[in-house]
T-cell receptor, first 112, second 115 residues
Framework: GAGVSQSPSNKVTEKGKDVELRCDPI?????LYWYRQRLGQGLEFLIY????????KSGLPSDRFSAERTGESVSTLTIQRTQQEDSAVYLC??????????FGPGTRLTVL | AQSVTQPDIHITVSEGASLELRCNYS??????LFWYVQSPGQGLQLLLK??????LVQGIKGFEAEFKRSQSSFNLRKPSVHWSDAAEYFC?????????????FGQGTRLTINP
């Protein structure tokens, strides 16, 4: 079956613009996660969904970041008024109940 | 709160040599521990995981890791590295929360292989 997919693979935007990043998890996976990876650094947890609910939003860096998930499937991470420090690779992962997370290839975001 | 430390930012070994990548964690309960590998331009792939039971776990690509509670460590080992092992390696600790696994990652160790 298909793995986790993310789109776009690359996104270049201008400072101040809004961007939407999409994640399609593995079918049937109830949990979905978003992480951020800045250049040369580890992964930073942003948010996760159990079903369509986000019990833990503590990792979102600011109120410019938001995420939603619909139909217990696709998730969108939205960054409003992008800043240069938002430049990073945004990784999505999904898992079945309480087990291994499968990661997508990521979206590389560059804010000019 | 959970935390993970990977003391070595960059390691270089010769092809065929043995490898050990260090990982120390901080977590109040029995941890779920993971090692992931990230090759250039690719996503993360799970090498192995420890949930409970035998403290020596075997993974893919000939890797193994040993959980040592007394040292709060989960070091990754391979007896003989191959050039294709050059990549970034991440250790992570997870906590099961409401049916989901929140992962905290270390900063990563970049592995370079000399021919």
């Amino acid at each position: 079956g298909a793995g986790v997919s993310q789109s776009p693979s690359n996104k270049v935007t201008e400072k101040g613009k809004d961007v939407e990043l999409r994640c399609d998890p593995i079918s049937g996976h109830t949990a979905l996660y978003w992480y951020r990876q800045r250049l040369g650094q580890g992964l930073e947890f942003l948010i996760y969904f159990q079903g369509n609910s986000a019990p833990d939003k503590s990792g979102l860096p600011s109120d410019r970041f938001s995420a939603e998930r619909t139909g217990e499937s696709v998730s969108t991470l939205t960054i409003q008024r992008t800043q240069q420090e938002d430049s990073a690779v945004y990784l999505c992962a999904s898992s079945a109940y309480g087990v291994e997370q499968f990661f997508g290839p990521g979206t590389r975001l560059t804010v000019l | 709160a959970q935390s993970v430390t990977q003391p070595d930012i960059h390691i270089t070994v010769s092809e065929g040599a043995s490898l050990e990548l260090r990982c120390n964690y901080s977590y109040g309960a029995t941890p779920y521990l993971f090692w992931y590998v990230q090759s250039p331009g690719q996503g993360l792939q799970l090498l192995l995981k420890y949930f409970s039971g035998d403290t020596l776990v075997q993974g893919i690509k000939g890797f193994e890791a040993e959980f040592k509670r007394s040292q709060s460590s989960f070091n990754l080992r391979k007896p003989s590295v191959h050039w294709s092992d050059a990549a970034e390696y991440f250790c992570a600790v997870g906590a099961l929360i409401q049916g989901a696994q929140k992962l905290v990652f270390g900063q990563g160790t970049r592995l370079t292989i000399n021919p």
